[in-house]
């Protein structure tokens, strides 16, 4: 039961039937997994429709199945920065769409030393900001990645 891709189109729709002062936030996180003896993860992509800027929110979000090639499961460098892809190109898709909204891409890394995900802090916000020309936003500050990416698969799965 994977959404392969999100309908930007009913993103779009979505957005337009909304007020002035709607943001957009995009996030992306993964999971990895075993199955047969062979490393996958799960990409799970959201965007977050904040209506408004006050009222709610709308969520639309796709799981994409990829092999996993990393090799440290506690610096997992290649899952990460497929994360920072899959972003950046929903970002490039919306922001054609939508130009009238503030769109924030948010990126589940964690820039403190201690966690697996800080290796690829600066290549991820250099990635996002060549990219998109904006400025990511990581993790505390990165909830449609943290939370709203996070819980987009198990919605599905429920």
């Known amino acids: 039961m994977l959404d392969k891709k999100i309908d930007v189109e009913k993103v779009k729709a979505f957005v337009d039937s909304c007020g002035p002062n709607t943001k957009i936030y995009i996030g992306c996180d993964s999971e990895r997994f075993k199955y047969k003896g062979e490393w996958y993860a799960d990409y799970t992509l959201a965007v977050v ?78 990635y996002i900001k060549g990219t998109c020309n904006v400025t990511p936003l990581v993790k505390p500050q990165a909830f449609a990645a943290s939370y709203a990416a996070d819980r987009w698969k198990e919605i599905l799965a429920a």
Not at 60 to 71: H, K, N, P, Q, S
Not at 101 to 114: A, G, M, Q, T, W
């Open 49 to 126: 429709v904040h209506i408004n800027g006050r009222h709610g929110c709308k969520i639309f979000g796709a799981v994409e199945r990829e092999r996993d090639y990393d090799v440290k499961k506690n610096r997992p460098s290649i899952r990460l920065m497929n994360e920072v892809y899959k972003v950046s190109a929903l970002y490039l898709e919306l922001v054609e769409q939508i130009v009238e909204h503030d769109i924030e891409v948010h990126l589940d890394i964690n820039p403190k030393e201690e966690y697996g995900s800080s290796c690829v802090v600066s290549q991820a916000i250099g």
